[in-house]
DNA sequence: GCCGTTTTCGGCCCGACTGTTTTCAGTCG
């Protein structure tokens, strides 16, 4: 048994409840119970009193025990036997709550969704007191979404998503300012919907022209300060939210809708502490409503330093010294990036120009190895060959330090795709999986501990191999591989790309190891990419000094000198 | 069910929108 089992029977238990119309508040308490469960740094074993934990009291605390010791749930059995499970089912269906869920059933003995679906289409639903022909196309309607859309995309679609919307919005002439908030501002590793905060000039005229988009396929609801709507790339479809504000309530909402949710119960706590009030307009104080010209600004009122959205998650946040978390500013260099010589599409010159106009103070090229031949990755000749272009790149920019590097691959049997003696030549050496990704966790783990112990090996690449919403990853024992990196003085990356975001933010926080974030560019454009990375780490609550790719120009340099 | 420096009872976020009503309940975020 893990958290995990634990977290989830609270959640269960909240579910049931809520279908047996039990007290609102009951319900929340058990769902409060979960997350502080979740929240807690520690694993089951090491916590020997769960009643000690804030939002644990004595019922879900005898719940948990009863749990941990026996496997099993009377409160959970007792709720089973008087609420059907395909209720539970039913609660997916948006729209839909449980006061609803109950009255369908208690008057027509549904409990399935397909049952649902059936009386929808004899019109049994419109026949109820309180339902009408509206309500009963939202049921059937919602219950032929939840059998073909997603419950959640992965940030890479998010960001396609984006893409069209923002393209809209920005060339409309409609739109005075806007921004993205919700899990997507939070760059959340998945979203179920996208928020938008906005200032147009006419609601009326914004509403009509965005609805004539093609991508546009449903309006699901639309007033004077929120549309919401349903819009299409390619085959997926996704919810889209506006809240239309003014200027002066602007940083109030877009702070409430960035959320999370967690978050801003725990600035209202905040607030309420200083016989404040927050709402979405503004914060409430002396009978007067204040608002802000800057989210900054906002925080600074409640004494807080600007909390990175990607950071706003359980609460927790607002306890920490912000100051030395790692932003995007602090990072000096990308140092795992490719070129054409293996699969990248720009040349070492072009990529070292963009750094330059990123601003960087220094780059490591990093070019597959020989074995990675679907990436044209390098023999010792062409590496040769790339080592001593890079040299002379080198001496011609003042700007920018370029060094040479390999991403390197982990072979099968954890021997390394070049020798120590090819290896030495190099200025920067990054080792990683890129095969065989379905041995067990012992063999993978061997290969990543090979890696490690090897001299010249500064760094292990996106170590979990993962693509989200894609492919699970490698097996790894990231408690194990840390360390490792620990012990033989291995620098960690955070792999940039919004597909790969590899390490979890739970396993790196309050761990004390050396990272790096890099965003592995094929391509110009993915050194943007380095701003997803730097949200990663901030969910981690990493600090700068843990980020090897903070040092100046000065102190990597000695770094590169240095052995490992 | 949980919490508490206004503490053992009373509050727990609350506003927007929809749909079914004829003033409001239910859902959502």
Redesign the pocket.
């Known amino acids: 048994m893990t958290k995990k089992d634990i977290i989830r029977l609270l959640e269960n238990i909240a579910v049931y409840m809520e279908l047996s119309l039990e007290?609102p508040?009951?319900?929340?308490?058990?769902r409060?119970?979960a997350q502080?469960l979740e929240t807690d740094p520690r694993s089951l074993s090491e916590i020997d009193k769960f009643?000690n934990?804030?939002?644990?009291?004595?019922?879900?605390?005898?719940?948990i025990v009863e749990y941990v010791e026996t496997g099993k749930s009377s409160?959970l059995d007792e709720l089973k036997e008087s609420v059907p499970a395909g209720l539970v089912q039913m609660?997916k269906?948006?729209?839909?709550?449980?006061?609803?869920?109950?009255?369908i059933y208690k008057a027509l003995e549904i409990d399935t969704l397909e049952g649902l679906k059936n009386a929808c289409e004899n019109e049994e639903i419109?026949a109820l007191?309180?339902?009408?022909?509206?309500?009963?196309?939202?049921i059937s309607k919602?219950i032929d979404d939840i059998l073909t859309r997603p419950e959640r995309y992965a940030i890479n679609q998010v960001l396609r998503f984006r893409d069209l919307v923002e393209q809209y919005l920005e060339e409309s002439g409609h739109v005075v300012r806007f921004d993205v908030a919700?899990s997507a501002r939070r760059m959340k590793e998945t979203s179920?919907?996208i928020?938008y905060i906005l200032i147009v000039e006419d609601v009326e005229g914004f509403t009509k022209n965005i609805l004539e988009q093609e991508f546009v396929t449903e309006?699901?609801?639309?007033?004077?300060?929120?549309?919401?709507i349903i819009i299409q790339d390619d085959m997926q479809d996704i919810?889209v939210?506006f809240?239309?504000v003014t200027e002066e309530e602007y940083y109030s909402t877009l702070h409430h809708?960035t959320?999370s949710?967690d978050h801003?119960?725990k600035m209202?706590q905040i607030a309420?502490?200083r016989?404040e009030?927050i709402?979405?307009?503004g914060v409430e104080s002396n009978g007067e409503t204040l608002t802000f010209d800057s989210e900054e600004a906002f925080y600074n009122h409640f004494e807080l330093d600007f909390i990175p959205p990607a950071m706003r998650e359980t609460g927790e946040e607002t306890n920490l010294d912000i100051g030395e978390i790692v932003t995007l500013d602090d990072i000096k260099g990308d140092i795992h990036m490719h070129t054409v010589y293996s699969d990248g599409a720009f040349s070492v010159r072009e990529m070292v120009e963009a750094c330059i106009e990123k601003g960087y103070e220094y780059i490591v090229i990093t070019d597959h190895s020989k074995s990675l031949r679907v990436a044209n990755g390098l023999d010792e000749k062409r590496l040769t060959a790339q080592i001593k272009e890079i040299r002379q790149i080198n001496a011609e920019y003042d700007e920018i330090d370029v060094y040479s590097g390999t991403e390197m691959d982990i072979l099968k049997d954890g021997t390394l795709d070049y020798s120590d003696d090819m290896l030495k030549e190099l200025d920067y050496v990054i080792a990683a999986i890129h095969s065989s990704f379905q041995q067990t966790e012992e063999e993978i783990m061997h290969r990543l501990e090979c890696a490690c112990r090897n001299p010249y090996v500064r760094h292990i690449a996106h170590p979990t191999g993962r693509l989200i919403g894609r492919r699970e990853g490698y097996p790894v024992d990231m408690v194990r591989l840390m360390e490792l990196a620990r012990e033989t003085n291995t620098v960690l990356e955070v792999n940039a790309n919004p597909m790969r975001l590899d390490i979890n933010a739970d396993a790196m926080r309050h761990q004390d190891i050396k990272l790096t974030v890099n965003t592995d560019a094929h391509h110009t454009d993915h050194l943007d990419f380095m701003k997803y990375g730097v949200a990663t780490l901030q969910k981690g609550f990493v600090k700068k000094d843990q980020v090897i790719n903070t040092m100046t120009r000065e102190e990597f340099r000695e770094y590169i000198n240095k052995q490992k």
């Open positions: 007290n508040f009951k319900v929340s308490a058990y409060k119970a502080s009643d934990i804030k939002g644990i009291g004595k019922g879900t605390n005898d719940v409160v609660t269906i948006s729209t839909l709550g449980p006061k609803k869920i109950v009255k419109s007191p309180g339902f009408g022909k509206k309500t009963e196309q939202n919602a919700g179920r919907d928020d309006t699901v609801a639309s007033g004077d300060k929120k549309l919401s919810n939210d809240r239309f809708f959320g949710k801003n119960v209202r309420k502490d016989n009030k709402s979405e307009y």
